[in-house]
Structures are given as C-alpha cells and as structure tokens.
C-alpha cells in the first residue's frame, strides 16, 4: 500500500494576494513546498529566500524562452534533440563551432547550402532554437513570407519600417532559398533583408544552390548587390550526400511512429 505524502498547506490570503500583486507566480506557486520543506528540514530563512528567488528566476527565464520561441516563428520539432551529428556531411568541428553561436556575436551571417534533403534547414532552425535558448530573438522567414511581408506593407509606404521592425532579431533565418522560382517582388524583398541586416544583425540562409549561383534566380544586378553584402562576413558551408536525408529515414521507417 503506497502512502501518499500529505499535501503542503496553502498560503494565507494575504500573503496570496500580495505575490499576485506584486507579479511573482512562480514564487506563489513553490513557496506552499518549499515553506513546508524547510520547516520539517529546519532551513536558515537565508536558504529558504534563495530557494523561492531562484524558482521565480528559473521561472520566468522559460516563460521568456517561450515568449521568444513563439515570436520567432520557427517551425516546432527541428531541434538538436533531434539532429544526427554523425549523419550530417557538416564537418563535426564546424558544426560545433557554430553551435557556440560565437558568429552571431560578431553580427556574421552563415550560408547552409547543398542538395535537397542533406540537412539543411534541421541545422538552421536547431541553431536558430539553440539561441532562443541562450537569450537571444530569433526570426524565421522563407521568401514567400518576405514577399508577402513586401507586398503587405507597399501600399501605405512602410516597407522600410517593417524590414526595421525584423532585423531587430539577432538572428534572422531565411529558409530554403531557390526551391521554386523567384518572383520580382521576392527578389527584391531578400535584397531590402541582406542590405539592411549588413553588418549589423546576423543572416542564416538555407539553399539548395550555392550563393554565387543567385543570378540564376534573381536578376543579375540585384543578385550582385545581394550576394556582395551577403559573403562579406559570412560562413559557407556546403552539404553533400546523394542520398536524401529524409527519405533514408523514410527507407528505415524513422519517418513516423509505428502503427499498433
């Protein structure tokens, strides 16, 4: 027969009230325990303030984690939880060089390119959560939504304050670059990105072409202006394999969760 541990008493209503009031949920929700623990265990009134502070620091330390990780707009899932190092064709010293987010520090851009399937967008959106985790905003586009973002705000002339308002993230992950074809107004809206990032915010770019390759996709001249400002402060990493990444898991039935 388990015996069940008697639940803590609550706080008064006053004392209730009074975190409410003063904005300290996490607090409020552990000191019932952490009162009840440190009067059977006989805690300093030093220790017990510590305990209850750090609770609301860790607290509120995830619900900005949370905050951030919504704004961003970054797809769920793609993790380094998930992420094979060792099937990458990402260098393992690279990867982990990367991974200290150091370039994003030095307001650097990083440029994933290679075939469909090798991984590209799983190491970005993961470096792109990783500094969600480490305190840092983080924003997450493809060219139709900077195209959208573009033709969204033509109309009342505030195209420049919107491309204001998104490269005050300091990460900006623009995602797979050159799948389909690039319209006019994409075009224009990668440039208006890169040339107001430039030396300023730090730019992860995903594309199954490397680049130098741009013009094919873009007309030259703004091509030219793009990857110019682009590669300046930039890490070109190039993936390879023949093989798509998603369809080997596909191959070895990791691509869903076995039926019952």
Known sequence: MSVQTPKPPPLD???EELLR???LPHIRREAPEVLATAASQRWEPAEVLRVLIEAEAAGRAEAAIGIRRRRSGLPAGKTFDAW???ASSIPAATQQALRTLEWVER???LCVCGPSGTGKSHFAEALGHLAIEGGK???WHTLETLEA???GHRADGSVAKAIAKLIRAD???LDDIGMVAVTEEAAEALFRVVDAAYEKRSLAI???IHPSGFDELMPKTLAAATVDRLLHHAHVVVTEGSESYRLAQATEGKGVVPLS
């Open 13 to 15: 209503d006053h004392l």
């Open 21 to 23: 009031s003063l904005r």
């Open 84 to 86: 094979e190092e060792g």
């Open 107 to 109: 307001g650097e851009n």
């Open 137 to 139: 905003t983080v924003a």
């Open 149 to 151: 973002l573009l033709r």
């Open 171 to 173: 990460l900006v992950i």
């Open 206 to 208: 995903t594309s199954n």
